[in-house]
């Protein structure tokens, strides 16, 4: 710095003719005087640039020790910012898909932190963020010290502070050319609303007053749940009352409980009729013959809209038939093909601990709970306090006879649609249709979803759920061997390029894609990563809201 301020003396001299400059008076100064040989250097740039790491260097070179006070609050900020760091690492390890890869501690490191950064409110302090880090550290150690994080941050350290078009990843390190962002939680964190004129100094969305039932307080946010059926819009919201609700009172322990016996009885009769349509049923065996005979009895005197408390009362009676059927080989051969008769995948945990769903003594688990398919007929509000602020869901049916409901929630000006879509159906028809492949089905939906004048400049976040059954799945049935997807270049039985073919076919549904941000999450059922993926989505959401309303649209 000596040969710096050399050089800009030597500047003054030959500007001015002399070696002084002419100032008045110290004693006569105003605030912004100054003595002949003070300098002013101003430090620009961008973001994380380095502006203040210079600063740092020119006082330990030149400047006072620091102080006992100004070490302990480095000593504060070290330790946030490795919570900062890990979080990022793991937000996007999630969206790169690579959970499976960790190992058994590895995996436990994973949820312990998941969980605690879920209830960690996203302006938290930086004392929070260090309390955090001194409980968690050896949680961070592990996770940090295997392969996953390390891949991650050689090749991705800067994706979660891009909040521009960019090449994204969400399952392995493959990439396409769309405009879909990664969650922004962090940089919420960072970018506080420091320096909005005349606003309030929280993150809020800012909308106009509204009246009646449209009205909400300014940190109320509306999420819409859309999707066909069984593409595991309700599991979500069961995800964020595990996460965020009350605890399931014993009366809805109940429910569930018959719901997943009811289950059970459904899965089991859709594969007989594939058994039967097969012409399988010689290849059984004396006893599941005998099985086969005594369900095939009792299903043909079942009314067929029995109610869910009929079909419990049947599984509970003929449940050690179904466990011989089920445990039969012939039965094995038609599950592989159970893609002809629409049973839910996931029912293959059922069917599989039949005799502990039968049990006198048995209560649901969280993971039967999230199984557990109940049919939604009519719209269903659902109202959560996550850091401060109310997600408000509105869950609908997906069934084309449920459709008609969906007009009064186009008219709620929520702040963001979820679209659910299940990868694993696309080899699958329509319940109701016969004729109409699911998957065609979902990205027609998601078109006119997209393209509807009540979601005009709404963010859309696309949930390509039920992806590990799908991974099982592409081995066995080819995606380009399915008649609405013969244009499939990829590679037969290759999870990659079945997620980006099908991610294309989505994307390429928006008329105008400049009008929506575009979030993409491949996930499954259970994974308890996408409700940190929902709120760090919806932060980014509000974060973009209040530097729009301030600076005007355009800035992303």
């Avoid at 003070?38 to 020790?65: C, D, N, V, Y």
């Avoid at 910012?81 to 499976?100: D, P, Y």
């Avoid at 080989?329 to 049973?343: I, T």
């Avoid at 980006?500 to 499954?524: G, Q, S």
Wanted: positive net charge.
């Amino acid at each position: 710095m000596g040969n710096l301020a050399a050089k800009l003396r030597r500047q003054k001299q030959k500007r001015r003719g002399s070696m002084q400059t002419q100032r008045t008076s110290n004693n006569s100064k105003n605030g912004d005087g100054q003595s002949k040989n003070t300098f002013k250097l101003l430090l620009l740039g961008a973001g994380e640039s380095g502006k203040t790491t210079i600063l740092k260097q020119m006082r330990f070179l030149h400047g006072e020790p620091l102080s006992s006070k100004e070490l302990e609050k480095f000593k504060s900020v070290v330790r946030s910012n490795v919570i900062t760091a890990i979080r990022k690492l793991m937000s996007l390890l999630s969206l790169l898909g690579l959970e499976g890869e960790l190992s058994d501690n590895e995996k436990e490191a994973f949820k312990q932190l998941t969980e605690e950064f879920s209830k960690m409110d996203f302006r938290a302090t930086i004392n929070v963020h260090e309390k955090i880090m001194l409980e968690y550290w050896r949680a961070i150690q592990t996770l940090w010290s295997s392969e996953a994080p390390v891949k991650i941050n050689q090749s991705h350290d800067n994706i979660a502070r891009s909040s521009t078009t960019f090449k994204h990843t969400t399952y392995k390190k493959r990439e396409y050319n769309t405009r879909i962002h990664t969650a922004m939680g962090n940089l919420v964190a960072k970018l506080r609303t420091k320096g909005k004129p005349k606003r309030s100094a929280s993150i809020k969305t800012h909308r106009s007053s509204k009246s009646g039932d449209d009205q909400q307080s300014e940190n109320t946010f509306k999420l819409l749940l859309l999707g066909a059926g069984e593409s595991g819009k309700t599991t979500i919201l069961k995800q964020m009352r595990f996460l965020h609700g009350e605890p399931l009172s014993s009366k809805e322990l109940e429910k569930f409980k018959s719901v997943v016996r009811s289950n059970v009885i459904t899965a089991i009769r859709k594969l007989m009729s594939l058994l039967s349509l097969l012409g399988l049923e010689g290849e059984l065996s004396d006893n599941e013959k005998e099985a086969f005979k005594q369900l095939t009895e009792e299903f043909s005197k079942m009314d067929f809209r029995a109610t869910i408390n009929v079909h419990e009362k049947i599984m509970l009676e003929y449940w050690r038939a179904i466990q011989t059927l089920w445990s039969s080989e012939v039965m094995m051969q038609v599950w592989q093909q159970r893609a002809a008769c629409n049973v839910i995948d996931g029912h293959k945990l059922f069917l599989d601990n039949i005799s502990r769903i039968a049990s006198s003594d048995y209560s649901p688990t969280s993971g039967d709970i999230l199984l557990a398919r109940e049919r939604t007929y009519k719209e269903k509000r659902h109202v959560h306090h996550v850091d401060g602020a109310n997600f408000e869901f509105y869950d609908v049916g997906g069934q084309r006879g449920a459709r008609r409901e969906w007009i009064k929630s186009f008219n709620r000006n929520v702040d963001a649609v979820i679209f659910v879509v299940a990868l694993s159906e696309y080899d699958q028809m329509l319940n109701e249709s016969r004729r109409t492949n699911r998957m065609v089905e979902s990205i027609e939906l998601f078109k006119s979803v997209c393209n509807n004048a009540a979601f005009a400049n709404k963010p859309v976040m696309l949930f390509l759920n039920k992806k590990d059954v799908f991974a099982d799945k592409i081995v066995s049935s080819d995606i380009g061997a399915q008649p609405p997807f013969r244009d499939y270049t990829g590679r037969p039985g290759n999870f990659d390029d079945g997620v980006d073919y099908f991610v294309k076919k989505f994307m390429d549904c928006l008329f105008n894609p400049e009008n929506h941000e575009r979030f993409a999450h491949v996930t499954n059922a259970t994974d308890p990563s996408n409700m940190l993926f929902v709120l760090n989505s919806t932060r980014w959401i509000v974060m973009r809201e209040n530097i729009e309303s301030s600076f005007g649209r355009g800035v992303f």
